[in-house]
């Protein structure tokens, strides 16, 4: 059956700019690289904490369609305040946080092609607690 989700997959337009982003300013390990015949690095995988990844391919990026289903990735946060402090001191802009209608806190960045991602952290009230393990 299934147990988690094991990766979000994003082409991206720039793969040595979305590293920098998701590497050195989100914070997430390099895993390990997908490469073509001649060596080149075509592709990515991030470690986002237990058993998640972010997994990247450089390619042309189609302009979000008013329609898409897609809306964004949340990544689990310890501490909302702490994490958005040290994102933008690496120069990355987050929104203000806020509790949100499920009783967790969440607050917003955009990658460099415009994926937006929350950053989430549960409380005891959440309304996911009842699941979480």
């Known amino acids: 059956m299934i147990t988690a989700l094991a990766h979000a997959c994003f082409t991206v337009s720039d793969l040595e700019r979305s590293i920098r982003f998701y590497r050195d300013g989100l914070g997430l390990t390099q895993a390990f690289d997908f490469t073509d015949p001649n060596g080149r690095r075509t592709g990515l995988y991030l470690h986002v ?53 499920d009783q967790s806190y969440q607050a917003w960045i955009t990658d460099p092609d415009g994926n937006r991602i929350e950053l989430h952290q549960y409380t005891p009230k959440s309304w996911q607690a009842p699941s979480l393990r």
Do not use: M, N, W
């Open 49 to 101: 904490g237990g058993r998640s990844f972010i997994e990247l391919f450089e390619g042309q990026v189609a302009a979000p369609a008013d329609r898409q289903s897609y809306r964004h990735i949340c990544l689990e946060v310890d501490d909302i305040e702490a994490t958005a402090r040290a994102l933008r001191g690496r120069g990355i802009e987050v929104s203000e946080s806020k509790l949100g209608g």
